[in-house]
């Protein structure tokens, strides 16, 4: 072989070995760099969806939980690209990712003038009342408290947010990304919830909002059975424990109620539109009126062992029992001076000669003792000897 063709030869076989040098470099150079981009994050929420694209409306490839480990790669207008392990790559909303770098990188990457960054710079923190979760696959999220509302959004299983207010079943919430709306409590589960009206009333109220409810002995459903409670009925609770109210029933037994089926009662509804509550809240169907064949008070039908209570406050001035007469019969002296007889209870009241009671107040159950032909409250009102329509305090019912 010449000289010129081994020099030739020589300089081929350099450069080759050059060219390896420079691609292993670049190589090394791009692993650096990829290596240096990846942020470690931690997810904040119950459950989380990864997506295959970077918005809601790409489909779920998997869902994370609260407090795994994920190694984020880039972030595009709020949504990280993440790895969790080899080759298992997808999209999740920041909002749901804490890294402080990943936030940083969140605002960075957004454009100055698009709505989201607009949103996160107006997100600052408000006064919560508690947290709600989504617990089905998704809810609505709507613009007022009811199903006849718009609907801003649907929101998905694990989202979270911060209470604002409740209005009987619903609850107003404001978002991670500043969005407030209103959601129904049947698909979301609530944790810290205080109601401030109900906080800071000396007397604790609830309303029933299920048709019936059971009263156990223990804050639990493995607790024995102890009666059951309706729709619409108002009781007084001593303590809230695990999310169970303790109430006297109205035989007079004390139980637990589950917080799913009853609802804070912050003002009485005054059936008829007088100064007085109607006796029987699940009821208002009167079946012999003041006068009717010498008739001195109204009889009002009612279910046998739904709620009595006191129409206002008062004391009780009177307990007895006559088999041919009201039967279980209680008389309250109210603070009025007007003397309010509740007849033909189911049983004898809890309550004793003496004691006190507030407007709302349960005092017995109905029931069909004495001279009676079915279930009803026989209400009577007398001032001295002097028998007065109980319907002059319930206008609307005349």
Not at 11 to 22: E, G
Request: charged share 20%; proline share 3%.
């Amino acid at each position: 072989m010449s000289f010129k063709r081994k020099t030739i030869r020589r300089a081929i076989a350099l450069m080759m070995v050059m060219l390896t040098a420079v691609t292993v470099n670049c190589t090394a150079s791009k692993s650096v760099a990829l290596a240096a981009s990846v942020t470690k994050g931690n997810v904040n929420v119950r459950a989380l969806n990864v997506r295959k694209g970077p918005g809601v409306e790409n489909a779920i490839i998997n869902v994370i939980h609260k407090g795994d480990t994920v190694e984020i790669v880039k972030t595009v207008n709020g949504w990280h690209r993440i790895t969790q392990g080899k080759n298992k790559f997808g999209w999740v909303s920041a909002n749901y990712i804490d890294s402080g770098k990943a936030k940083k990188n969140a605002l960075v990457s957004a454009s100055p003038s698009s709505k989201t960054a607009s949103v996160t710079k107006k997100n600052t923190s408000v006064k919560t009342n508690g947290i709600v979760t989504v617990t089905g696959s998704y809810t609505n999220f709507r613009k007022g408290a009811g199903t006849g509302y718009g609907i801003i959004r649907k929101i998905t299983y694990g989202t979270t947010g911060d209470i604002l207010e409740k209005k009987g079943s619903w609850y107003r919430i404001q978002l991670k990304d500043g969005k407030t709306g209103w959601v129904y409590k049947q698909y979301v589960s609530e944790s810290g919830y205080k109601d401030a009206a109900e906080s800071s009333s000396k007397t604790k109220k609830i309303v029933v909002s299920a048709y019936t409810v059971n009263v156990r002995t223990e804050p639990s459903t493995s607790g024995k059975l102890v009666t059951a409670i309706r729709k619409n009925e108002v009781y007084t609770y001593s303590e809230c424990k695990n999310g169970w109210y303790k109430i006297v029933t109205p035989s007079g037994e004390s139980g637990y109620v589950n917080e799913k089926y009853v609802e804070s009662f912050k003002s009485y509804p005054v059936e008829g539109g007088g100064k007085y509550l109607w006796p029987t809240q699940t009821a208002t169907r009167i079946t012999t009126r003041f006068g009717v064949r010498n008739h001195k008070g109204v009889d009002i039908a009612a279910p046998g062992g739904s709620q009595i209570i006191a129409v206002a406050d008062g004391t009780v001035c009177s307990v007895s029992y006559n088999p041919k007469g009201f039967g279980h019969l209680i008389v309250i002296k109210q603070n009025d001076g007007l003397k309010a007889y509740y007849g033909h209870m189911q049983k004898a009241t809890f309550l004793k000669k003496g004691d006190k009671v507030k407007a709302g107040d349960t005092i017995g159950i109905v029931g069909s003792t004495g001279k009676s032909t079915g279930n009803h409250l026989h209400l009577e009102f007398r001032k001295g000897d002097e028998r007065i329509d109980p319907l002059t305090y319930y206008p609307n019912m005349k």
